[in-house]
């Protein structure tokens, strides 16, 4: 088992700036790829980003490509989205996922965390 725990999210301005995190627990993240995804109300849950078990790939949604950067330190078992340039439309509950493929649907991933709320006012 895996448990996530994302943390970082609040309330920001249009254009400004915020870092989630994700802790994992439970097993090693090295063995899984690592998802972001978001849902906002009323809607599905949308694939963000993600990065390979390793960190030597990662892709990005376009509606955030080059605003939003992912990452992920194994040894301190975490993964990491600095999002940047924020527009309103992010606002959402952004949830971190790991699973043994990299992938941009939903049911690719085996463990979620909580969700942590980001919400971007204009």
């Known amino acids: 088992q895996v448990q996530l725990v994302e943390s970082g999210g609040g309330l920001v301005q249009a254009g400004g700036s915020l870092r989630l995190s994700c802790a994992a627990s439970g097993r090693p993240i090295e063995n899984y790829a690592m998802g972001w995804f978001r849902q906002a109300p009323g809607k599905e849950r949308d694939f963000v980003a993600f990065v390979t078990w390793n960190g030597a790939r990662t892709h990005y949604s376009d509606s955030v490509k080059g605003r939003f950067t992912t990452s992920r330190d194994n040894a301190k078992n975490a993964v990491y989205l600095q999002m940047n340039s924020l527009k309103p439309e992010d606002t959402a509950v952004y949830y971190c996922?790991?699973?043994?493929?990299?992938?941009?649907?939903?049911?690719?991933?085996?463990?979620w965390g909580q969700g942590t709320q980001v919400t971007v006012s204009s």
């Open positions: 996922a790991a699973g043994v493929v990299a992938g941009t649907f939903t049911h690719e991933y085996e463990y």
